[in-house]
């Protein structure tokens, strides 16, 4: 994932966290130009890899700061991690429109097969401290960097009615492997 103007530092910032990057699949495809890469992390403990969007900062979408995506999930659940990122970026580039934490991507029927799992919620990570989420710092941010957490529909309508931050804290208290998309509703 090459530094972009503007913005140095980043692959850094990411690679503390995330671990090394595994791989990039380009923006441009036989399709066009989507406005974006995907950027593979991997991490040994706990083993999870991370899917980020590079480049949707660039967009024109509103927001309160330009935005990243980032989805990480058990290793042998990639190819949904990269489903999930891939999906959202691809619905925000075509609405013009960001999220910010808190908002929630839902659907009636579960979105990724023989699983519970029927929206994404973006929210501040629950893997790393408060740091990871604005870039360069809380003091001056110029990104923002959401986190996608895959949750039920059961979990939707925690949301809706305690809110997001009621949802994390549940996850925790509960010891939720929000890392699993096979695992049951918290709620």
Request: glycine residues 6%.
């Amino acid at each position: 994932m090459p530094e972009t103007q503007g913005f140095p530092g980043l692959l850094d910032h990411f690679e503390q966290r995330l671990g090394p990057v595994q791989e990039v699949e380009s923006a441009r495809s036989e399709e066009g130009n989507r406005g974006y890469d995907l950027a593979f992390y991997q991490a040994a403990e706990p083993p999870i890899t991370t899917v980020v969007t590079n480049g949707l900062r660039f967009q024109p979408v509103t927001s309160m700061l330009p935005e990243e995506l980032v989805c990480s999930l058990r290793t042998d659940q990639k190819n949904v991690a990269h489903y999930l990122v891939d999906s959202v970026a691809t619905l925000i580039i075509r609405n013009r429109q960001g999220m910010e934490y808190g908002s929630i991507f839902d659907n009636e029927q579960p979105i990724i097969a023989e699983t519970g799992i029927t929206a994404v919620i973006a929210h501040t990570s629950p893997l790393f401290d408060e740091s990871f989420n604005l870039f360069p710092n809380s003091e001056a941010p110029t990104l923002q960097i959401l986190s996608l957490v895959p949750i039920t529909a059961a979990e939707v309508d925690f949301v809706q009615s305690e809110g997001a931050d009621m949802l994390f804290e549940v996850f925790h208290l509960n010891r939720t492997n929000i890392l699993d998309v096979r695992r049951r509703s918290a709620v």
